[in-house]
Structure formats: structure tokens, C-alpha cells
């Protein structure tokens, strides 16, 4: 294998790790904005709530569409996903509890 070779599969290996880090902390991230609008839930703020819910969807679609991306199988990180996606669903869940739903609008 040449040098140049080599760089290459090398440099491959390295964005490869930087992308599941970069995965890792994004799922981190959510699981922590998702927290933080339980709180605001728990508060009576639920626009602030709204806000978190909406970054923490937006984050699980980021996830999802560089999972699809990915060379090979990220299946810890698919199941961290799918655990995600369930923690939302609870959310909007808690959101029609109290009577508003994710878009803001009242009930």
C-alpha cells in the first residue's frame, strides 16, 4: 500500500470516529434539552417547553439523517435514536396533558 494510500484510509478512519463523537454528543445534547422541557413543563412554562421540544426533534432528525449517511452499522447509536424518538413521543404526550399541543397553538 502506497503512502498516499494509506493517508487516505487513514484520514477515512478519523471521520469516521469524529462523526460517531459528534453523534454521540448530539444524542447526549437531546436527551439533555428534552430534560430541560420536563422542567419547564413542570414550571407551567410551556412555550419554553415548546422551544426545547423543537430543538430536541430537530436534533433526532440531524441524528437520523447522518446515521443514514454513515459507512457501516451504528446500531449502539441506532437504539440511543429509537430511545430518543420514544422520549419525544412521551413529551408531545405530557404537552396535550396540559392542554397545548407542539406547535404552540392552545387546545
Known amino acids: 500500500m502506497s503512502d498516499s494510500e494509506s493517508e487516505i484510509r487513514d ?3 478519523k471521520t469516521n470516529q469524529n462523526r460517531r463523537q459528534s453523534l454521540e454528543t448530539e444524542v447526549q445534547t437531546c436527551f439533555i434539552v428534552i430534560e430541560r422541557a420536563q422542567l419547564e413543563i413542570s414550571l407551567g ?13 430537530l436534533g433526532a432528525d440531524v441524528i ?4 443514514h449517511k ?3 452499522e451504528m446500531a449502539d447509536l441506532e437504539a440511543k435514536l429509537a430511545d430518543l ?3 419525544l ?3 408531545r404526550a405530557a404537552f396535550l396533558l396540559e392542554g397545548t399541543i ?5 387546545r
Not at 437520523?64 to 446515521?67: A, K, N
Open 45 to 57: 412554562n410551556t412555550d419554553e417547553a415548546q422551544k426545547e421540544f423543537a430543538v430536541a426533534s
Open 102 to 106: 407542539y406547535d404552540g397553538e392552545r
Open 64 to 67: 437520523e439523517q447522518f446515521l
Open 89 to 91: 413521543e412521551s413529551l
Open 11 to 13: 484520514l477515512r478512519e
Open 85 to 87: 424518538r420514544s422520549s
Open 70 to 72: 454513515a459507512p457501516g
